[in-house]
């Protein structure tokens, strides 16, 4: 009964470490889209944030580098998807949208309706009002393309 107990709760914080992981990737992104993409600066300022003790810094660094190493594969996908100018994107909707691409893309490890709501959630907190709803279809497209196995499988269900 115990065992159970601290399995779940194991279980549960590495989940909300990966959505700490996940948020603090998306600030790491818009720094590098706002400013310059100096990776090994913003590796170690975000480390001053507050939220990285509850992180999962493997995760973290991972998806960080994988949208650092492939960031124009990923732009020349993203603007594919939409229906404005990539300019006209908020940055911190793009920074979620190009760490979620990158999950469905190269980390096919976590379920894309994971990727998907966990960018959903973190646009809700972060992004613009009805953010989440852009963000939403754009990741659908995308996990239709790169995860179409799964996302046939769930989908004709």
Known sequence: MI??????????????NRRKS????????????VNTFDLTQIQKDIRDDPDFIRADEKFYVEILKGVFKNLETLKI?????????????????LSIIYS???????????PYKVVINEAIEITKTFGGIDGYKYINAILNQAAEKNRKEEFNKINKL
């Open 100 to 110: 979620s691409l990158y999950e469905l893309k190269y980390s096919n490890s976590v």
């Open 77 to 93: 996908e993203i603007t594919s998807y939409l229906d404005r100018s990539y300019d006209e994107l908020s940055p911190i909707e």
């Open 22 to 33: 996940r948020e603090l990737v998306m600030k790491s992104i818009y720094r590098g889209l």
């Open 3 to 16: 065992d159970s107990k601290i399995t779940q709760s194991k279980s549960r914080k590495k989940i909300n």
